[in-house]
């Protein structure tokens, strides 16, 4: 039995005195358009013999109600061999189920109310029945559905043609698929989305590069980087980033590589970059301190050099990405104390003031403006065989801002980063920069980590 409410959302076992409900919303045309069909003729026995069936395994039959009105039909199924097949599914170890749903009230369509309903089912199975993976199979034209199914995790990984009947034809149809442990990076939808996108591209070959909390980088047949962010209405951030990659290419005067755009798409949902790989071995401090006082040398002088050349640019073209750096921290400090501040302790609280009252009385934001990288830290520095700087990747946080950012990670003490040292030496070789305004800069930088980390 399952009895599962969250908010204004009740999840029940069908009953019997249930198949009323069914009958009265299987008869709507409304409904059966995108469930069962409009030639489907249901009658009150044909109901409960459809909705009593046993299956081969397990399958769970509910009822969905909303602020208490039943409103909708679910049935969530443990997949067997058949199911397997049908699906073009590959078995294996992992505990697959399936689900099927419709909102049978259509005043209760597009409220939500069904990524909710499939977000609470994900929460059972993973708890109740331990399950890896959750699929299902819309019809391809279903885009709502479709739509609904994304916001709640599902992602597309195949292509079903012909798969269902449904009105007297053969109905193309869309395999979706969630996974607790790898959803974000889940191989094989991004090898679909990736095919299905740029008709040219077949994928080989795909590894995991990294992943942050909403984007994925791919290497794909060992020659293309691919960097895709899920985030609903946030896609701007790559359309900004490819940009700056394509005046960074045409205006820079150097052999240091940065990334050249080959693959861009960019909708409210997914955006996508992709690029040819750039070689090279990543900056370490390990890497650093086996080289030469001489080959040290040079490497500084290669990121000095480069750092000058992009800051001086003109970068009227490209006027309108400009990141306020203060802007942003004050308004991370602002949320956390409308949101959060009732939770805090006063050392907690005590920190926040402090830090606003820093950011309020320093004048190092009035400085310099240029094109920064912005997050110029080692892991984005590629060397060459003889250990000079031959790329710099990852302008994800690029823009018109303060001179003194890019010097942050450079001046940073840390196990990642080489040293204070490290990035005073650079400074001087850049040269016509306050350094103690620099460093104070990486000091306001490193005060408001943990204000971003919360």
Request: hydrophobic fraction near 35%; include cysteine; charged fraction near 30%.
């Amino acid at each position: 039995m399952i009895d599962i409410t969250k908010d204004d959302i009740k999840i029940r076992t069908l009953i019997e005195s249930d198949y009323k409900l069914l009958y009265k919303w299987l008869i709507d045309e409304r409904v059966l358009e995108f469930y069962e069909g409009r030639d489907k003729k249901y009658t009150k026995e044909k109901i409960v013999e459809h909705f009593s069936e046993e299956w081969e395994d397990e399958v769970i039959r509910v009822i969905i109600e909303y602020q208490g009105k039943p409103i909708g039909y679910g049935q969530i199924y443990k997949m067997y061999n058949e199911l397997y097949e049908d699906y073009h599914y590959p078995k294996s170890s992992e505990v697959v189920y399936g689900m099927d749903q419709f909102i049978g009230e259509p005043e209760y369509w597009s409220k939500g109310i069904g990524t909710k309903y499939t977000k609470m089912v994900f929460d059972f199975l993973r708890k109740e029945k331990g399950a890896d993976a959750v699929i299902l199979d819309p019809h391809q034209n279903n885009l709502r559905a479709i739509k609904s199914y994304q916001k709640a995790g599902f992602r597309i990984i195949g292509y079903l043609p012909k798969h269902e009947l449904h009105e007297g034809k053969k109905v193309d149809c869309y395999l979706m698929e969630y996974r607790y442990e790898d959803n974000l990076i889940n191989i094989k939808a991004t090898k679909y989305l990736l095919e299905h996108t740029f008709s040219n591209l077949i994928v080989k070959t795909i590894e995991v590069l990294r992943s942050g909390n909403d984007s994925v980088a791919y290497l794909i047949n060992d020659e293309l980087v691919f960097k895709i962010k899920f985030s609903f209405g946030k896609s701007e951030i790559y359309e900004r980033e490819k940009t700056i990659y394509d005046f960074l290419n045409k205006s820079l005067d150097t052999n240091i590589k940065i990334p050249s755009v080959e693959y861009s798409y960019s909708t409210e949902d997914v955006a996508i970059l992709g690029y040819k790989k750039i070689e090279g071995k990543f900056l370490t401090p390990k890497i650093y301190y086996s080289l030469t006082c001489d080959e040290q040398q040079l490497l500084k002088l290669d990121i000095a050099n480069f750092l000058r050349q992009m800051h001086n640019l003109d970068y009227s073209e490209i006027k309108k990405y400009v990141i306020d750096n203060k802007q942003k921290m004050l308004e991370s400090c602002n949320l956390l104390k409308d949101k959060l501040y009732d939770d805090f302790t006063n050392v907690e609280r005590e920190y926040i003031e402090s830090f606003i009252k820093i950011l309020s009385s320093t004048t190092i934001f009035k400085d310099k403006k240029c094109l920064c990288h912005n997050d110029f830290s080692c892991n984005h520095l590629l060397l060459d065989k003889n250990n000079r700087l031959c790329g710099v990747i990852d302008f994800g946080d690029s823009g018109i801002t303060d001179e003194y950012s890019d010097f942050v990670y450079l001046l940073e003490d840390s196990e990642k980063e080489i040293g204070t040292f490290f990035g005073v030496d650079i400074v001087n070789l850049y040269g016509n920069i306050d350094i103690e305004k620099a460093k104070e800069y990486q000091d306001i930088i490193e005060k408001y980590y943990p204000i971003r980390s919360v």
